[in-house]
């Protein structure tokens, strides 16, 4: 059974990324639709995989980090504010991880495991 999962890492401050609403897309080749929207917990992470089994099928999704409401929060300069990533799945029998480093002026990503 597949699933994605992700979770954020403040490279700034070296702590996780807690409170971060996070929207998964799917798109199709026709439309983009909203699968879900979550919130990191204190770990920087989901409380469940952002979707699995099933749902979780082969093409293109985008997981979109509202960053910018996380450091404004801090008083910190929002100079990045939803962080896009997009993304294709080819074997959803496998598990995807999408971890997010970010800081306020830089962010990467990588293929997890």
């Given at each position: ?51 699995e ?5 082969n ?28 993304f ?26």
């Amino acid at each position: 059974m597949g699933a994605l999962t992700t979770h954020i890492l403040d490279t700034a401050q070296g702590i996780p990324a807690a409170g971060v609403k996070i929207e998964l897309w799917f798109n199709d080749g026709k439309e983009r639709k909203l699968l879900k929207t979550a919130v990191t917990n204190q770990d920087g992470r989901l409380d469940a995989p952002a979707i699995e089994g099933d749902a979780f099928i082969n093409g293109k999704y985008e997981l979109r980090f509202f960053i910018g409401d996380y450091f404004g929060d801090k008083n910190e300069p929002a100079f990045l504010d939803i962080i896009p990533i997009c993304f294709g799945v080819s074997n959803s029998d496998g598990h995807y991880h999408v971890p997010l480093l970010v800081s306020p002026y830089s962010f990467s990503t990588y293929k997890g495991s």
